[in-house]
C-alpha cells in the first residue's frame, strides 16, 4: 500500500471522501452538506465541539447510521455503506473511546475474534498465538502477549489490541475517537509512534480529540465542524492552537484559566499517612479553604486511589483524614458526606450522573434530607426552588428539570454533577479529572466554576492529566509517580517541565 | 446525537408510562364485548378479590426492581406466613381475637424478617440477588412443608370455639356494608396507596431509585446503598407476609405451597407495567396495571369456558406481547 500512497500526486488521489453529507433527526439537521478528504497514509483531525456532529460523521462513515443525502467514495469508487458489517468489509474500523474489547477473551482471541479457526474447521490455539505475536511484533508491542487476558491490560494496551483487530480486518481506514483521554503521557507517545508506522504504511487515519497540542503534532491536516457545517480544512503547518479554537467555537476565548482573587483561608482538610497496598503510599497533604490544591502525575501513578483510600471507598491499610482540624473516621462515602467531603467522580457516565432519572433527581440527589419534611417526604417544591437555583448559579443549559439527564451534553452533566456535589453541602470537593470529555466551551465553563467556588471559599482537590489546566488553575500541586507523592509545587514553580521531570522521575 | 433522542425519548417515554394503561382498556373493552358476565359487579369483585394478594406481592417486586435487584423467595414467604397464621390461630392457644391479631403480626413480621436476611446477604455480602433468593425460595418451602408435615391446615370455622379464626376467615370472606367491595381489596387499596406515595414523594422512594438506576453513583455521592437494598428486600417480605395471611383468610386453609410461582406472575406484572429489570424505572400504578392485565387475560379465558392448560399457552403468548407493545424504552 505504500507504493500507492507514494506514487500519488499530493492534492488527489484521496483515500475517503464523504461529499455533501446531510443528515437531519426529526427535522433537525445534525449535518449540514459536510464534506471529509483524507488520503492515504494521512492522519488526518476531525475537530468540533461535542455536538458538532464528529460523532455523526464517523457513524456515517462506519455504517451506523444511514445518510439522507450526499455521497462516500473510497479509492475513486462510491460506496454505499449501509451496515456496520459492511464499513468493516470496505476497510473501515473506528476505535471509539469506550473500547469494544471482550475483557475475558485473550488478547489473540480479541484480535482474530471474525476468524479464529483460519477458515478451517477447530481453533488451532498455537498457530492462533504466533499469528498474533506476529502482528502485535510488527507494531512494535512485541512485549504483550497474545494469551494475556484482556482485562488485565492497561488501558494503553487494549488500545494497541483494538488497533490490532482493526489491522486483522485489512482495515485501510482508521477512526479514532478520543485515544488519549485515558492514557498517560508516556502511553499517548506510543500511540503517536504506533500511528505514525500505520500511516507510513498507508493507513488513512481520522482523528478526533479534544487535545489540540497532540493535533498539532501528529496530524498532517484537520477539518472544524461546527453546527454541524464544515468550518473549514486546513493543512496543519499553517495554523496554530488559538487559530483552531477560534475555528470550534467561531469566537474568542480570551482566556481559558480565569483570573481570580486568591482569598486563602484556614487549612480545612488534612491527609496524613494514607496507604493502601502498592497503589497507594503514604501520602499525606493539606487543603485550605480557597484554594486549589491539584494533584498531578501519570495515569496509574495512583491519584484515584488515593482519593478513593481517603474516601473509604477502598479500604486503607493506614491513615488519618481530618477535615477543620477534627479527625474523622472515614470507612465511606457516606461517612465522607457527613464530614463536609465529597467527590466529582473521574467517569461520568458510570459513576457520575444518574443518565436515565431526570435532572431534578440528579441536582437533589444529596440535599433530600434537608429538603424533606417528616417521615422523609420531599418538599417539592422547595427541591424545584433549590435546583433551580443551583441551575442559574453553574449556568447549566437544561430544557426542563423533568428530563432525563441522559438528554444533555457532556458539559452540561458535569455540570449537574457539581450542582450535586453543591446540594450536599460539602465545602471540600475532590474533583477528579473534572473536564474529561467536555469539550473546550464547557471546559472554560468548568474552570470558571472551580473559581468562582474556590473564592466562595470551598477548597478544591483537582486531579488532572491535563498539564495545562494543572498550571492554569492550581494554587498548589502534588506531583504522584508510584503511589507517592514525590514534590509539591506552588504557583511559581509550576510549569509544564517541571511537572514531567517529577512524574516521570527525570531530574531537571 | 442528541436531536435525534430529543425526539424519540418523548415518545418512548409516553409510550412507557401509558402503553400498559392502553392495554389494560383493551382488554377490558375487549373482553366485556365477548363475554356479557365479565362486566358483572360479581365478576368484578371477584376478580379484585382473587387479585388483593398478588397486587401486594407485586408491590414487593417492584420495590427490589426499582433497586436494581430480584426476589424470587416472595412466593415462599407468601407461603411460609399463610401456614404460620393458620398455624398459630389453630394450634396454638391463640383462639381469642388478641391471638388472632399475635397470629398475624407474627406471620407478617416472619415475611418480613426472611426478606430482611435476603437483603443481607445481598447487600451486605455481595451475593448475586438471583441466587439468594432462589435459596431461600428453596429453604422456606422447606420449613413451610416441615411445618404442616405437608398437609393443608384448615382453622376451624366456629365463632365459639374460636373466634379468632373466625373473624380471620370471615374478613377474607366479607365485603364493606357500601359498596360491597370485599375487606381484603380494602387492605390492598390501602397498601398501594401507601406505597404509591412513599415510592413518589419520599427520600426513601427517590433514594431506592437512584440505587438501582446508578449504584455505583449513588454510592459515591454518599448515599446508603446497603441500606436501600436491604430496606427494599425487607419491605417484599413484609408484603409477601401481608400476602400471605389474607390468602389465609380468604380461602380459609393455608397450604404449604401457597404463593408457589406467583413470585414470576408478581414479577411479571412489574414488567408489563413497564419497569426496567435493570433498575431505576418503574412505578406503583404501572405495577398494578401489570397485575390487572394478567388477571383479565385468565378471567376472560375461563369465562370463554377455555380449558385450563391451553389458557396457559395462550397467557404466555399475551404477556409477550404485552411486553413488546411495552417496550418503550429502548436500551441501545
Known amino acids: 500500500m505504500s507504493e500507492q500512497a507514494a506514487g500519488l500526486p499530493a492534492d488527489q488521489g484521496y483515500k475517503i471522501e464523504m461529499r455533501n453529507i446531510h443528515k437531519s433527526f426529526g427535522g433537525v439537521h445534525a449535518l449540514k452538506d459536510v464534506s471529509l478528504r483524507v488520503r492515504p497514509g494521512e492522519i488526518h483531525a476531525l475537530l468540533g465541539e461535542n455536538g458538532a456532529g464528529k460523532s455523526t460523521?464517523?457513524?456515517?462513515?462506519?455504517?451506523a447510521y444511514s445518510l439522507d443525502s450526499g455521497s462516500i467514495w473510497i479509492d475513486g469508487a462510491e460506496v454505499g455503506i449501509n451496515s456496520p458489517k459492511a464499513g468493516i468489509a470496505l476497510g473501515v474500523s473506528i476505535i471509539y473511546q469506550e473500547l469494544a474489547l471482550m475483557g475475558d477473551l485473550t488478547a489473540a482471541e480479541n484480535i482474530f475474534i471474525d476468524n479464529l479457526n483460519d477458515g478451517r474447521g477447530l481453533i488451532h490455539w498455537k498457530r492462533l498465538r504466533a499469528k498474533t505475536q506476529e502482528v502485535l511484533n510488527d507494531l512494535g508491542f512485541g512485549q504483550i502477549q497474545p494469551s494475556s487476558q484482556v482485562s488485565e491490560l492497561s488501558i494503553a494496551y487494549q488500545q494497541v489490541v483494538?488497533?490490532?483487530?482493526?489491522?486483522?480486518?485489512?482495515?485501510?481506514?482508521?477512526?479514532?475517537?478520543?485515544?488519549?483521554?485515558v492514557l498517560s503521557t508516556h502511553e499517548a507517545e506510543q500511540l503517536f509512534t504506533l500511528l505514525g508506522r500505520l500511516s507510513a504504511s498507508g493507513v488513512a487515519i481520522i482523528?478526533?480529540?479534544?487535545?489540540?497540542?497532540?493535533?498539532?503534532?501528529?496530524?498532517?491536516?484537520?477539518?472544524?465542524?461546527?453546527?454541524?457545517?464544515?468550518?473549514?480544512?486546513?493543512?496543519?503547518?499553517?495554523?496554530?492552537?488559538?487559530?483552531?479554537?477560534?475555528?470550534?467555537?467561531?469566537?474568542?476565548?480570551?482566556?481559558?484559566?480565569?483570573?481570580?482573587?486568591?482569598?486563602?483561608?484556614?487549612?480545612?482538610?488534612?491527609?496524613?499517612?494514607?496507604?493502601?497496598?502498592?497503589?497507594?503510599?503514604?501520602?499525606?497533604?493539606?487543603?485550605?479553604?480557597?484554594?486549589?490544591?491539584?494533584?498531578?502525575?501519570?495515569?496509574?501513578?495512583?491519584?484515584?486511589?488515593?482519593?478513593?483510600?481517603?474516601?473509604?471507598e477502598d479500604k486503607r491499610d493506614s491513615g488519618t483524614v481530618r477535615v477543620n482540624g477534627r479527625a474523622i473516621k472515614m470507612r465511606?462515602?457516606?461517612?465522607?458526606?457527613?464530614?463536609?467531603?465529597?467527590?466529582?467522580?473521574?467517569?461520568?457516565?458510570?459513576?457520575?450522573?444518574?443518565?436515565?432519572?431526570?435532572?431534578?433527581?440528579?441536582?437533589?440527589?444529596?440535599?433530600?434530607?434537608?429538603?424533606?419534611?417528616?417521615?422523609?417526604?420531599?418538599?417539592?417544591?422547595?427541591?424545584?426552588?433549590?435546583?433551580?437555583?443551583?441551575?442559574?448559579?453553574?449556568?447549566?443549559?437544561?430544557?426542563?428539570?423533568?428530563?432525563?439527564?441522559?438528554?444533555?451534553?457532556?458539559?452540561?452533566?458535569?455540570?449537574?454533577?457539581?450542582?450535586?456535589?453543591?446540594?450536599?453541602?460539602?465545602?471540600?470537593?475532590?474533583?477528579?479529572?473534572?473536564?474529561?470529555?467536555?469539550?473546550?466551551?464547557?471546559?472554560?465553563?468548568?474552570?470558571?466554576?472551580?473559581?468562582?467556588?474556590?473564592?466562595?471559599?470551598?477548597?478544591?482537590?483537582?486531579?488532572?492529566?491535563?498539564?495545562?489546566?494543572?498550571?492554569?488553575?492550581?494554587?498548589?500541586?502534588?506531583?504522584?509517580?508510584?503511589?507517592?507523592?514525590?514534590?509539591?509545587?506552588?504557583?511559581?514553580?509550576?510549569?509544564?517541565?517541571?511537572?514531567?521531570?517529577?512524574?516521570?522521575?527525570?531530574?531537571? | 446525537m442528541k436531536w435525534e433522542r430529543l425526539g424519540k425519548r418523548n415518545i418512548s417515554r409516553f409510550l412507557q408510562t401509558y402503553s400498559c394503561f392502553i392495554i389494560l382498556l383493551g382488554l377490558i373493552i375487549v373482553s366485556g364485548a365477548l363475554s356479557d358476565k365479565f362486566l358483572s359487579q360479581q365478576n368484578i369483585f371477584n376478580v379484585l378479590r382473587q387479585q388483593a394478594h398478588i397486587a401486594i406481592l407485586a408491590l414487593g417486586?417492584?420495590?427490589?426492581?426499582?433497586?436494581?435487584?430480584?426476589?424470587?423467595?416472595?412466593?415462599?414467604?407468601?407461603?411460609?406466613?399463610?401456614?404460620?397464621?393458620?398455624?398459630?390461630?389453630?394450634?396454638?392457644?391463640?383462639?381469642?381475637?388478641?391471638?388472632?391479631?399475635?397470629?398475624?403480626?407474627?406471620?407478617?413480621?416472619?415475611?418480613?424478617?426472611?426478606?430482611?436476611?435476603?437483603g443481607l446477604l445481598i447487600a451486605y455480602l455481595s451475593m448475586p440477588a438471583f441466587i439468594a433468593t432462589l435459596a431461600s425460595m428453596t429453604m422456606l418451602r422447606g420449613v413451610a412443608l416441615v411445618m404442616t408435615n405437608g398437609t393443608p391446615i384448615r382453622p376451624p370455622v366456629d365463632p365459639l370455639a374460636n373466634p379468632g379464626s373466625f373473624a380471620l376467615f370471615r374478613f377474607g370472606q366479607d365485603s364493606d356494608p357500601l359498596i360491597g367491595m370485599p375487606w381484603p381489596v380494602w387492605v390492598t387499596v390501602v397498601i398501594v396507596a401507601f406505597f404509591w406515595f412513599l415510592m413518589k414523594y419520599t427520600t426513601f422512594g427517590r433514594l431506592t431509585m437512584a440505587t438501582g438506576s446508578n449504584e455505583d453513583a449513588t454510592r459515591l455521592a454518599g448515599i446508603n446503598v446497603k441500606m436501600y437494598k436491604t430496606a427494599a428486600y425487607t419491605l417484599c417480605g413484609l408484603l409477601a407476609g401481608v400476602a400471605g395471611v389474607l390468602l389465609a383468610a380468604r380461602a380459609g386453609i393455608a397450604i404449604p405451597a401457597a404463593g408457589s410461582g406467583q413470585e414470576l406472575t408478581s414479577i411479571a406484572a412489574v414488567v408489563i407495567g413497564g419497569a426496567s429489570l435493570s433498575g431505576g424505572s418503574g412505578k406503583v400504578a404501572n405495577t398494578i396495571v401489570g397485575v390487572f392485565i394478567l388477571a383479565l387475560i385468565g378471567n376472560i379465558m375461563t369465562l370463554l369456558a377455555i380449558p385450563a392448560y391451553p389458557q396457559q399457552i395462550i397467557e404466555g403468548a399475551i404477556i409477550i406481547a404485552a411486553v413488546f407493545l411495552n417496550r418503550g424504552k429502548k436500551k441501545k
Open chain 2, 61 to 118: 417486586a417492584l420495590i427490589v426492581i426499582l433497586t436494581g435487584g430480584i426476589d424470587l423467595s416472595s412466593g415462599a414467604i407468601l407461603g411460609i406466613s399463610n401456614v404460620f397464621v393458620a398455624y398459630f390461630i389453630t394450634n396454638l392457644a391463640l383462639d381469642s381475637m388478641g391471638g388472632a391479631a399475635i397470629s398475624i403480626i407474627t406471620a407478617i413480621l416472619a415475611g418480613g424478617l426472611a426478606g430482611f436476611i435476603n
Open chain 1, 57 to 63: 460523521l464517523m457513524k456515517i462513515l462506519s455504517g
Open chain 1, 332 to 508: 465511606s462515602p457516606i461517612d465522607a458526606r457527613k464530614a463536609g467531603v465529597s467527590l466529582l467522580t473521574e467517569d461520568r457516565k458510570t459513576q457520575g450522573v444518574l443518565l436515565d432519572l431526570p435532572i431534578l433527581y440528579n441536582i437533589s440527589l444529596c440535599a433530600l434530607k434537608a429538603l424533606s419534611g417528616p417521615g422523609g417526604v420531599i418538599n417539592r417544591k422547595k427541591e424545584r426552588q433549590a435546583a433551580g437555583v443551583l441551575v442559574d448559579k453553574l449556568r447549566i443549559k437544561i430544557g426542563s428539570l423533568d428530563d432525563d439527564c441522559s438528554s444533555l451534553s457532556g458539559g452540561n452533566q458535569q455540570k449537574v454533577s457539581i450542582s450535586k456535589l453543591l446540594g450536599s453541602g460539602s465545602r471540600i470537593l475532590l474533583f477528579d479529572e473534572p473536564t474529561r470529555g467536555v469539550d473546550v466551551g464547557a471546559k472554560i465553563e468548568i474552570y470558571k466554576i472551580i473559581s468562582e467556588l474556590v473564592s466562595e471559599g470551598y477548597a478544591i482537590i483537582m486531579i488532572s492529566s491535563e498539564m495545562p489546566e494543572i498550571i492554569g488553575m492550581c494554587d498548589r500541586v502534588a506531583v504522584m509517580r508510584g503511589g507517592r507523592i514525590v514534590g509539591e509545587l506552588d504557583r511559581a514553580e509550576l510549569c509544564e517541565q517541571s511537572l514531567i521531570n517529577l512524574s516521570m522521575g527525570v531530574n531537571g
Open chain 1, 162 to 181: 483494538e488497533i490490532c483487530r482493526a489491522l486483522s480486518r485489512n482495515s485501510s481506514i482508521l477512526v479514532l475517537d478520543e485515544p488519549t483521554a
Open chain 1, 207 to 312: 482523528y478526533i480529540s479534544h487535545r489540540l497540542e497532540e493535533i498539532l503534532k501528529i496530524c498532517d491536516r484537520a477539518t472544524v465542524l461546527r453546527d454541524g457545517e464544515n468550518v473549514a480544512s486546513v493543512e496543519i503547518k499553517d495554523v496554530d492552537e488559538q487559530k483552531l479554537v477560534n475555528m470550534m467555537i467561531g469566537r474568542d476565548p480570551q482566556n481559558y484559566f480565569p483570573e481570580r482573587e486568591r482569598a486563602i483561608g484556614e487549612v480545612v482538610f488534612e491527609a496524613d499517612g494514607i496507604c493502601r497496598g502498592d497503589a497507594v503510599r503514604n501520602v499525606s497533604f493539606h487543603v485550605r479553604a480557597g484554594e486549589v490544591f491539584g494533584i498531578s502525575g501519570l495515569v496509574g501513578a495512583g491519584r484515584t486511589e488515593t482519593v478513593m483510600a481517603i474516601l473509604g
